[in-house]
Every structure is written in C-alpha cells, then in structure tokens.
C-alpha cells in the first residue's frame, strides 16, 4: 500500500528552524514530483514547495521563497523540507503529497497524501 509519513513537527519559537521529513513507500518515489502542501486553521490547504523527481528543479510559493528549502534523497525514499527563520504566519498542519503532473503547485494534481506534521511557532 502507499504511504507517505511526515515527522519532524513541533513548537518552534519565531526565528527558529525545523526541518520536516517525509518517508514514501508503497510506490516508485523516483518517478514522482514531491510536494509540501500546509494548512492553518480556518484556512485552505496552500502549496508551500516542490521539488521533481531528480531534485533538479525546485518551486516555492512566494510565502516561503528564501526561507524554506525542499530536498530529496531517492536512495531513502525521502523528501524533506527544511524551514528557516520561521514565522508565526507558518503555523499549519504541513502535508506531502506525490505527483506525476508538472502543475505542481495544485493539490488536485496529487495522487498521494500523507496524513500531516503539525507545526506551530510561537513564542
């Protein structure tokens, strides 16, 4: 069966770092476009980072360009997505998700879901 698995949230103080992990399986992960969606309370699930299936190319939604960095390791099955001078702005459950479409900033376009790591900045 597919399964994505997200760790590495947590409370981190304004100005901090937290860098997300998430483990595939079940699929050909090599294949697959990588995405990191996030979601706030009362809000709608918004694109934050991609990253396609070699790591060549990345893309960020401009609420995290410069701050956020999204990685891979194919040999690990792994996408992470590292955060960086973090804002309470940024709280959010953050999701991964799978995709063989190049608009990778849509949800929809995601084949694959993981079930979210929450993270919460504050002071």
């Known amino acids: 069966q597919v399964q994505l698995v997200e760790s590495g949230g947590g409370l981190v103080q304004p100005g901090g770092s937290l860098r997300l992990s998430c483990v595939a399986s079940?699929?050909?992960?090599?294949?697959?476009?990588m995405g990191w969606f996030r979601q706030a309370p009362g809000k709608e699930r918004e694109f934050a980072a991609a990253?396609?299936?070699?790591?060549?190319?990345?893309y960020y939604a401009d609420s995290v360009k410069g701050r956020f960095t999204v990685s891979r390791d194919n040999a690990k099955n792994t996408v992470y997505l590292q955060m960086n001078s973090l804002k309470p702005e940024d709280t959010a459950v953050y999701y991964c998700a799978a995709t063989r479409e190049i608009e990778v900033s849509i949800g929809s376009t995601y084949d694959y879901w993981g079930r979210g790591t929450q993270v919460t900045v504050s002071s």
């Open positions: 079940g699929f050909t992960f090599s294949s697959y476009t």
């Open positions: 990253i396609n299936w070699s790591g060549r190319f990345k």
